[in-house]
Every structure is written in C-alpha cells, then in structure tokens.
C-alpha cells in the first residue's frame, strides 16, 4: 500500500486521525495529568468495553448487516449467569449456561436474517425488544443484578492487573487481535468483506451466505455476552436498563467514526481502535475539565456531524454510493 | 320512699332481663357503617399506576404493595409501563385521561415533562397522587423523599469526614443521574446548601452518569487519577453507585474516600453497605412509602373533594444506613412484599 499523508487526510479515516491526534495534543498541553500513565490506562479502560462491542458490530456491519439485538442479549445473558449463581448453580455452569443463551439468541437472529430474508436492521430491532422482554419475563425480575459477594471470579476479573495492565483492556486487546486475524488471514474474514461488497455476486461465487451470516450473528452474541461478563467484573454489577440506553448509539457512533461504512465491505479493526480513541479522549478529557453533562453531548454531536460533514466535502456522492445507498 | 325502691327494683330487674337480651343479640355484632362504608366506597373503583419503568427496586416494591391493598378492597389497579421513555410514558397520561380512572399514581421522569397533563387530569376530574419524584405541578398529594433533604443529609455526612483537618483533603466528587430528573435538581440544591457553609470543601467533579453504572464507574476512575487524595463522594442513587463504589475499591482507597449515596433500602443495595462498597446509604424506605401510598389512595378514593381541590406533600422520613443497622427491618427484599 502506497501511503502518503495527502491521501490518508482525504479519507473519513485521516480525518479523524487528525482530529484525534489533534484533541490528544490539546489535552496533553492544556490538562497537567492527562498524559500520566495512570489516566492513560483509565482512558483505555474506559473504552474496552465499548471497544469489544464495537468489534462485534464492526464485522457484522462489514457483511453489510447490523446488529442492534447485542445490548439486549448481554444484559439478558449476563443477567441470568447472575440469578443463577445467587441460586446456587456453580459458576463454571452458570457461565456455560449464559453462553449457549447468548449463542442461541444470535443464532436464531441470524437464521432469521439469512434465511427469512428480513433485514438486519428490523430483525435485530425487533429481536432487541424480543429477548429483553423475554429474559425481564423468564430469566429475571428486577433490573439490577449484583454479583455475588463472594464471586472470586468478577472480583479477579475486576480486580487484577497483568504487568500492571487492568485484565479488561488484556481481554479487550485479545479480542482486537483475534478478529483482526480473523478478518484479514482467514477465508471466512475476506468472505465478510465480499458478502459486503456484493451479497449476490458473494452468493454466485459459492460463499455459503446463509450458514456465514448465522455464524456471525452467534459470534457477535458471544462477544457481547463477554462484554456483559467485564461490565459485571468492573461495576460488580449490570444493570438490564443498559438496554434503554444510549449504549447502541455509541457503539454505533465509534464503528461510523472509525470509518467503517454503513454501506459494508470495508473497514479494519484499527477503525474501532481509531473511533474508540477519538470518543475516550473526548470523554476523558471532558471529564476532568468537568464539562457538564449537556455540553458534553453538545461536543460528542458537533464531532461526529464534522466528521461526516468533512467526510461528505472530501468524498462526495457517486455513481456506485448513490446507487447502493447509504444505511 | 317506697316508689323509689320500687323504681330500684323495676330498672334491676329490667337489666337483668334486658342486659342478657342486647348479648343475644350482640352474638352476631353491630354493623360497623363505616366499615360498610368504607368498603362500599372503594370496591369498584380503578386506579392506574404509571411508573418511570417497572422491573426496578423501587417501582416494583410500591406496586407489590399497591396491588395487594388493591385485591384487599376490591377496586381495579392496572400499571401502564412506559419502559424507561418519557415519550410513551406522555402517550400514556394522554390515553389515562381519556379513560379517567379515579385516581392515577404517577412517577415524574423530570419536573416538566408531565405537568401540564397532570393539570389536565385533574381538570377531568382525575385526581392524581405523584411517589417520590415530583412535578413542577402540585396535585392532590405527593408521597416520598424530600430530596432537599437527601442532599443535606449527604453533604453533612461528607462535610463530617473532610472539613478542614479531617480527611486526606477537602476534595468532594458529586456524580448526578439525569439533570432533569426532580433527584437531581432538589438534592444538588440541598447538597450545595451545605457546602455553601463549608467553603473549605472544594467539588472536584460533578458529572451526569445516566445511571449507568459503568459510567460511573470510569468517571470515578479518571478523578481518582486526577485527585488521589479524594476524600468523600456522594452519589445520587445506589443502582449506579456500584460503579462509583468499584472505581473506588478498584484504587485501593476504600478506607480513604468516604461514599454516600441513596436508593430504596433494598437488600440488594444494603448488601453493598455490608461489604463495604457504600459508607453510607440513605434509604427512602420503599415498603414505608408503599403503606402512605395505600392510605393516601384510600383516602383519595374516599373523599368528596373534586379533584385538584385539596393538595397535600407527605415527604416521609429517611433511614440513614452503614454497616451498624444492616438488618431486615431496614432492608427489604421484593418476595417479602408480596
């Protein structure tokens, strides 16, 4: 590949390199202990979390799908690991249990996608609403769920460090190098890219769409349900509420900003890296300037809006884009 | 002399014939009517419960509590749940007042949202009884915390552990749910009631979390890296304190930065006080506020008074707890209500 710093500027993804090397110089000169190891740690911290479900979405919305279910099927998954630990159930159970829930969940959203032909966008909607209402009705009764007190498992999780480094971003980092493996060595990965790029022509060319799209939709439960399992080991707790929240929309907000396309068939792993980057150092940053809440979401906004804006002004609409269309 | 001695004997006699007479009959009782009463009046009637959300400590506790007077006296009790969204919660007063029960119990998402249908409702003849967050509209009654007094309690305890010479520093971090939710609006004003008489106490950070735990939790991180020598922290409400409480204990400095936060008194939240994660936790006490509900309700139901005419406030008392009252008295679990 042929880089040159003119071309790089000329992508979404130049620009916001830019823009996040230009806040991480802003915070570095203006803010005393922004640059200390410690606070870069609890940036990076911050973010694992996003930072895995981005992972998920990101392949699934290279394969020009999207999965809107994954806040729903983690707060459900890791919810019931935790009711059934409380009645006893042993951990390693409990933990294999919530797996095969979640696998099930996305297997059955992907048959649904692959096979009923629906949309992945109203599939995983609906199937959102589905599995939270099903798991509030079934598997649990209140919202909140605490990890046990003498879990040592959460704890360790939560708790321990390797090499001074919090075991969440260890997992984190794991997962990025995993799927960027996955999507850039393996027959599968370069399959999601050609599903992306042309579903009919992949089909023609004798990818098995069908099986593959079932497949990434139980991957991407998995990574969710793991994601649950660190949001349970740092906060000792989950909340089902998540599920109301803005969370999808910053998962969302991180794989657009990083430069994955909605449109699919492009996009790396460095691309969640890169949005993952610019949204911690923002928030991070935010935090200790202590910008109020509204501001702050005023600022996350303006970013992305520029973003697009920038974007839209470097790569303006063509033949292929306005054909396929945007999601 | 000797008509009264007859007079005597006539009304002896007379007793010991009538008494036993009024006990044959008093072997089925006397018709209480105002039990006959009080019961006539409220089988029969509807009541309708608009929660922020079912599925949570608090609003499950008070319809556990709502349902069971309900089935008690015979009159219908429905929830409407809007799960969270203020736009389906609006669309639900909206479709309650056009269905006019007697009475709605309403949970406000913020102070203005809900207003102005409150007025309306009451304008039908529905008369309405707010629990725990409060509208900007006075109604026929309001039943819950004080929030002024939440956030005076909470900033007086931070105050006892960091004013000048006490704890590590001076360094307070605030974390808020909503800013528009009446929990955030009332408790930061009787937070900074307080610590308008302490200029020593220094705020480091006030930040919005959403109730998200997680984001509690990072927020709590990246202050503990910016003041190490934090010294208390208050919290508006135990469900996302876990977060706060975890950044803490995940630095280590849990006998250094003193929490406080509040909630419902659920086990759930007492388990954290006993394990140490919150210093201490205010509690609102919800089996408490459900009892003053359902007398409020009754009463409401009962009375003659249009709607909108007579307005009463019951803030209700609060349970400060630590590790010394951890106990079942004080600490409910949902099974136990129902």
Redesign the interface.
Known sequence: MNWSLGKMLKTQEGVVLALTAGTLVLFAIFLP?FL?A??LI??V??MS?LGLLSLAMAMVVISRGVDISVIATMVVSVSWVLVLQRNGVPLGATLLLGGLLAALVGALIGAVIAYGEIPPIFATLAAGSVVYGAG?TWLF????Q?VP?DSSFFTAI??SQIFGIPVIIVVFAGFCILVHLFLTRTRLGWALYAMGNNPAAARNSGFAIRPLTVGLYTASSLIAFVAGLL?AA????I????Y????IYDILLIVVLGGIGLNGGHGRVRNVLLGAALVGIL??GM??L?V???TQNLVKGVVLLSAIVIDAILNPRDEQTSQQGDL | MKSTLKYVLAMGLALQVCVPMAMAQGTKGLENPRSTKFHSDLSGKTVAFLPLSMGFDLTEGWAAQMRKQADRLGYSFEIRDPAWSTDAGTRALQSLIGEAPDLIVVHNPDIQSYARLLKQAQAKGVKILQINLESNTTTDSYVGADWTEIGEQAANAVVAQCSEGKGPSNKVAIDTGVPTAASDVFQLDGIYRVLDKHPEIEVVSQQATEYNAEKARSIMDTVLQQHPDLCGSIGIWDNQDTGTASAIKQAGKQDQVFLVTSGGGNAVGCENVSNGMFDLYISYNVPLQGDILNAEIARLLQSDAKAGDNKAVYFNPLTLIDKSNVNPRNCWTLDALK
């Open positions: 202990s200390t410690g606070n609890s940036l911290r911050s979390i509030r009764k209140l919202e909140m605490n007190p939560g708790n949001i740092s906060t000792n707790s909340n089902a509420r998540l109301n929240s803005t969370m928030l991070n935090t200790i202590n109020n809440f509204t």
